[in-house]
């Protein structure tokens, strides 16, 4: 009894440092980086219990910071949806953010992991006790919090996937399994383009489109430059039109751009993916394809219009990207 109303003290001293760091980031900015340490270091102590410091290293975040990390982290919380680029190694994080994963392909996998919310809540991050928190936010405040629990390092999960994986997989010591993987998925994704090329089930030079429509906010969106435009644009696969090609070149374009159904004719390509995230969605873009500005279009009209769930179309996750490498052809209709 005694030692778990010692615990208890020690997290909810844990929780008063946090309390304080917060206001102190309103007042001075943080404090200085010295000062950051030493607190992060003794409230990681009091809120794991562990009077031993684990080995650490220094490596580079997605930023070229230099951080210390443990050498061997043994409870991750990950937060950010990719969450593939750790479970590709292995590697089951202690906690995360569920909101948005029950797309994924892994979701089984990841469904009993504790969820720390969105923004992560300081209160969850104590209680899980990490060892390590692997995060793409960017608000100074919150990494602050984060860091008064654990060690903190920044990927960015807008990277390309093949960076973020080998990134990882050296902060983690999967540095040849990380070649080992991006080598063999880039041999896939060839044999499969090659396959579909010779089987005539696409034809070079092939355009396509990637649409979402978003029925909460009655908003069309065309992808450009990220998610599955990123897998289906291959020099041995599909092209972007002529008019995708003038946004990509754009920087304001960066990712996506929002578009008015008028536009569709100049920017449509010989096949449509359209990317939805649940049922009443698919239904609502069923429909809009049969109105008269899409029904025009040649590939609607060639039947090539393709319905992709958001876990594997709105995701650069390194396991959706194995799964597409699969479903990709089955989508397009490929006969074996």
């Known amino acids: 009894m005694m030692v778990i109303q010692s615990k208890n003290i020690r ?16 007042s001075n900015g943080g404090g200085s980086e010295a000062k950051s340490t030493n607190t992060r270091a003794a409230a990681t102590n009091q809120g794991s219990g562990q009077e031993n410091i684990s080995a650490t290293k220094f490596v580079m975040d997605a930023y070229d910071k230099q951080v210390e990390i443990p050498s061997s982290p043994k409870r991750i919380i990950y937060t950010d949806n990719t969450v593939g680029d750790i479970l590709l190694f292995g590697v089951q994080p202690i906690g995360l953010i569920q909101d948005g994963l029950q797309y994924a392909v892994y979701r089984d996998e990841v469904k009993d992991v504790a969820d720390v919310g969105w923004p992560p809540s300081p209160e969850k991050l104590i209680e899980l006790e990490p060892d390590l928190i692997i995060t793409s936010m960017t608000d100074a405040q919150q990494l602050e919090v984060m860091r008064k629990v654990a060690p903190v390092i ?16 050296d902060w983690l010591g999967f540095e040849k399994e990380a070649d080992e993987f991006l080598a063999k998925h880039e041999a896939d994704i060839n044999e ?3 396959s579909l ?5 696409i034809q070079s030079g092939e355009t396509a489109s990637v649409f979402q429509y978003m029925l909460g906010q009655n ?19 599909f092209k972007p039109t002529a008019g995708i090609q003038e946004l990509i070149d754009d920087p304001e374009n960066y990712g996506y751009s929002d578009i008015s159904a008028e536009v569709l004719p100049n920017i449509a ?9 649940d049922g009443p969605e698919l239904n609502e873009v ?5 109105e008269p500005i899409w029904r025009d279009l040649p590939a609607v ?23 597409l490498i699969k479903q990709l052809p089955v989508m397009l209709g490929e006969q074996s």
């Open 11 to 26: 997290k909810g001293l844990t929780v008063l440092c946090i309390a304080m760091a917060l206001s102190a980031c309103g």
């Open 154 to 169: 920044q990927t960015n999960e807008w990277d390309p996937m093949p960076v973020r994986v080998k990134r990882i997989g």
């Open 192 to 194: 499969m383009w090659d």
């Open 197 to 201: 090329l010779q089987k005539g089930t």
């Open 219 to 237: 908003r069309l969106s065309v992808y450009t430059t990220s998610y599955l435009p990123t897998f289906v644009y291959h020099e041995k696969g």
């Open 269 to 277: 390509g010989d096949r449509i993916f359209i990317v939805y995230f």
């Open 286 to 290: 069923k429909r809009m394809i049969n």
């Open 301 to 323: 009209k060639a039947g090539k219009v393709y319905f992709v769930n958001g876990g594997l179309g709105i995701t650069t996750d390194p396991l959706a990207r194995e799964a």
